[in-house]
């Protein structure tokens, strides 16, 4: 029940999604559906051992395979990222620990080099939110903190430019501190291209 997000469409026809709610535990679930409306529930969220209430949609990796996140729940109770397939096959790739960040309500992206890629609203540095990267196999680095002067509150997935860099945008900071606009290499360069000014400007 309640998805929140959009869907993803894999080679096979097939659509993919996540649902906040239901499935076996009411932590939400994972499901495909055809063009033509039949649905299947691929997996359920248990809270404690895979995560619970995924509000993101779902990212096609480079090696075919559906990646996503969940808000709360694995084993520190900050949300997960995990893998599955379009048959079911699950793996919890990550618990976001403390300082990390939680609550994720923004997706993957996939980048050139293969990996995937993503933003935290908190943890950090400062605890204004971070921008991570997370391999295939589950090697998690928290690549870039913002520290409210460059950003802070990132609510929206990155998009990659043309040049490879991975685009933006912040809810709050910056030198009005009502948000900016800025890159970051794959390998943790920030870059503030804009503050947005006040109201009054």
Do not use: M, W
Request: hydrophobic share 35%.
């Amino acid at each position: 029940g309640y998805p929140f997000a959009g869907l993803v469409q894999d080679a096979d026809g097939n659509f993919y999604g996540t649902s906040q709610e239901g499935g076996d535990n009411s932590f939400g679930a994972v499901f495909k559906i055809t063009p033509g409306g039949v649905v299947t529930r691929l997996r359920s969220f248990s809270f404690d051992t895979n995560g619970a209430a995924p509000v993101t949609g779902l990212t096609l990796g480079a090696d075919g395979e559906l990646y996503g996140l969940t808000s709360f729940g694995g084993t520190t109770f900050g949300g997960t990222i995990f893998k599955i397939t379009t048959s079911g096959a699950f793996t919890t790739l990550h618990s976001f620990q403390n300082g990390e960040g939680f609550t994720h309500q923004t997706g993957l992206t996939l980048a050139p080099d293969g990996n995937l890629y993503g933003v935290s609203r908190d943890g950090g540095s400062a605890d204004f939110g971070n921008i991570f990267r997370i391999t295939t196999n589950g090697d998690f680095t928290i690549i870039a903190s913002f520290g409210f002067t460059n950003g802070a509150v990132p609510l929206c997935e990155l998009t990659v430019g043309p040049d490879g860099q991975l685009y933006g945008t912040t809810q709050l900071g910056g030198d009005a501190t009502f948000g900016t606009v800025f890159k970051v290499t794959t390998n943790g360069t920030l870059t503030t291209l804009a503050s947005f000014p006040s109201r009054d400007n």
